[in-house]
């Protein structure tokens, strides 16, 4: 059934679930797809509220369209309505690289080239394609479940007409990041900026901090004009080398890309330069998804890869990429069952096979298949909608020729079931099982008078502790639920005696019953990878759990609960939430011991790193 608080257009094609992330002007949803079975992630953005951000907008799926690389974000599918545009893309559970960071602190040297490699690979790429990101930082780098890098949030990309020899002058990106040529309101080259900023995100990468830090901007700026920072103790030669070449004040010095594919830093360990094409070839479509394709909806497969061709960036196009994604991962590339069937088609829509090819319209208009009055719940997500211009009917072989024309009332009817109402806890809210966050910050030069800033209204010191705001944790301890029963008033003597004895059964029970804490529910979540998960213990999981509510309480910050997942915020003095994050206590069954998880929903990310270090440091784990 289609999601009530969604448009028909989205909610036939995808099950949209829990918030997973959210930005200046929009908000990532996991869903996942009705056809396949596969999780995306939703970007939804409302053209109201974009106002003047939308052309950037426009720019920014312009440019998904034209890149296809494996370490760039794919772009499946696109919905417009009047009010909202809707960029259904892959879904990289691993998060954010930043998360990644925060839960080592910083990277050993390999780890961090390793993930540099990648880096380097997927900015080479959209160098030779003439576009400049603009905005590179660990926050718009997500992993995939294989710690695969997939570069993110192309809203600042450019692509000048005269390629990457035409200078820009927009004043763009995030200030520690930013270039010195682009904060000094200079025309600049894009490509240059980009190598800047793979500089000051491989010195994130190997140190834990930012090379160029202040609360003030101004400040801020004159250090990267200046271009000098702290090089630890721990950094070899060959990365304070590497970083040195990137982190050139002058752009002319700077090192190039075509430098880093086969730099002795990057080749350390490595028997090849860094291999920067793609490998998914959009002019030769994967013959076995196309056939797949083909078979479920029942069209040649020249018409089918005549279609996908097209590109359209419709329900057709995110079915062959979640397809081929499933092969690459080698699985098969098949789509779900089909749990609906034309079992009551009327016979004016049926027609011989051999006439089929003859009177099939040129836009694959089939007719949609009508479901069954009744269908089996696991069947929920594969109650396919039309594939935009290509309608499914059942595949012949699929079927028993036995089935009955009219299902009989044994068959509609489903088995009864006693009623059930869940429960729901105090502070109860959605699980997030990813983080995106979009959006993008403008620069202004330092001539000019307004600056946009990134720092939190707190006052943060170098130990990372936060100052107290004037509020508390609205956190409330779960009542335990007992098992009462009423006791009827004009039931008679035997009423009242069956009543009794039947309270005296469950207070028995009760007294015999292990008592359960009302956090374990099912127990904490198994997670397999260690590249999110911070911190372990070998505490039990309620007394992690009790152990970050009474330091989140401590320090004043606000949470809501659900299970083993804390969602916290910091706000300021006027109320406004300017820190949003989650913790998660799971257990490490690999290690038998019990993790915390973290991630950032919302806020700046170097002020959160603080944050989190300073409530996980005073905790007593």
């Known amino acids: 059934m289609p999601t009530p608080a969604f448009p028909v257009e989205l909610s036939k094609y995808y099950d949209v679930r829990e918030t997973i992330g959210s930005g200046g002007f929009a908000k990532v949803k996991l869903a996942v797809h009705r056809t396949s079975g596969e999780k995306v992630a939703i970007k939804m953005m409302n053209k109201e509220a974009l106002g ?31 009010e909202n ?60 479940e294989e710690q695969n890098i997939k570069l993110i949030d192309f809203g600042l990309v450019a692509k000048p007409e005269g390629g990457m020899t035409e200078q820009l002058e927009t004043c763009c990106g995030s200030p520690a990041y930013a270039a010195p040529e682009l904060i000094s309101g200079l025309p600049y080259f894009g490509n240059e900026v980009d190598l800047w900023s793979m500089g000051v995100l491989l010195y994130a990468l190997v140190c834990g901090f930012l090379p160029f830090d202040d609360d003030n901007t101004y400040k801020l700026y004159r250090l990267i004009q200046k271009g000098e920072y702290e090089i630890p103790s721990w950094l070899s030669q060959g990365t304070v080398a590497i970083l040195g070449q990137l982190l050139q004040v002058s752009p002319r010095k700077r090192a190039k890309i075509q430098d880093l594919v086969n730099h ?23 013959m076995d998804v196309i056939k797949e394709l083909a078979a479920y909806y029942e069209v040649s497969t020249e018409r089918m890869a005549k279609r996908i061709l097209e590109w359209k960036y419709d329900h057709a196009t995110a079915t062959y990429f979640l397809l081929r994604k499933k092969k690459s ?36 208009a089939l007719p949609p298949p009508k479901p069954l009055p009744y269908k089996p719940k696991r069947a929920i997500l594969n109650n396919v909608g039309p594939m935009d211009d290509l309608e499914r009917k059942p595949r ?55 600056i946009i800033s990134l720092s939190l209204d707190m006052d943060l010191d170098k130990k990372g502790k936060g100052r ?15 098992s009462e029963r ?35 529910g099912a127990g904490p979540r198994k997670v397999k990878a260690l590249y999110n998960v911070s911190t372990t213990s070998t505490l039990s999981a309620d007394e992690v759990m009790e152990e970050l509510q009474r330091v989140l309480n401590d320090n004043d910050v606000l949470f809501k609960k659900k299970n083993y997942v804390l969602r916290c915020k910091t706000i300021d003095n006027r109320g406004k939430v300017i820190l949003e994050f989650e913790m998660e206590v799971c257990h490490i069954p690999k290690m038998e011991l019990i993790g915390i998880r973290r991630k950032r929903m919302k806020g700046d990310t170097w002020a959160y790193k603080k944050v989190c270090e300073g409530l996980l440091g005073s905790a007593k784990l």
């Open 329 to 364: 991962q080698g699985e098969r590339p098949q789509l779900l069952p089909k749990y609906s069937r034309t079992c009551n088609d009327s016979k004016e829509n049926k027609q011989p096979n051999n006439q089929k090819n003859e009177n099939e319209k040129e836009d694959f």
């Open 52 to 82: 003047h951000d939308l052309p950037r907008v426009q720019r920014e799926l312009e440019a998904m369209k034209d890149l296809c690389h494996q370490h760039i974000c794919q772009l499946y599918h696109v919905i417009e309505t009047d």
């Open 85 to 144: 545009i809707y960029m259904v893309l892959e879904y990289a559970q691993g998060g954010e690289l930043f998360d990644y960071i925060v839960a080592k602190d910083r990277l050993k040297e390999d780890e961090a080239r390793g993930f540099f490699r990648q880096i380097i690979s997927a900015v080479a790429y959209i160098h030779e394609k003439g576009y400049a990101h603009r905005d590179l930082k660990p926050e718009n780098l997500l992993l995939d």
């Open 486 to 520: 009423g006791t009827p008033s004009t039931a008679g003597k035997k009423g009242a005696i069956m009543s009794s004895i039947e309270e005296g059964l469950n207070k028995v029970i009760d007294a015999i019953t292990p008592k359960r804490s009302a956090l374990s």
């Open 468 to 482: 107290k705001t004037p509020f508390k944790s609205p956190f409330t301890p779960r009542r335990r639920v007992g």
């Open 264 to 286: 002795d830093w990057v080749m350390k360990g490595y028997a090849a330069p860094v291999k920067w094409q793609t490998k998914i070839k959009r002019d030769k479509p994967e």
């Open 396 to 450: 012949a072989d699929t079927m028993p020729d036995n089935i009955p024309s009219t299902p009989t009332t044994k068959e509609i009817m489903p088995p009864p079931m006693a009623p059930y109402t869940p429960r729901r806890g105090v502070g109860d809210i959605p699980m997030s099982k990813s983080d995106y966050h979009f959006g993008a910050t403008d620069l202004t030069p330092i001539s000019q008078s307004k």
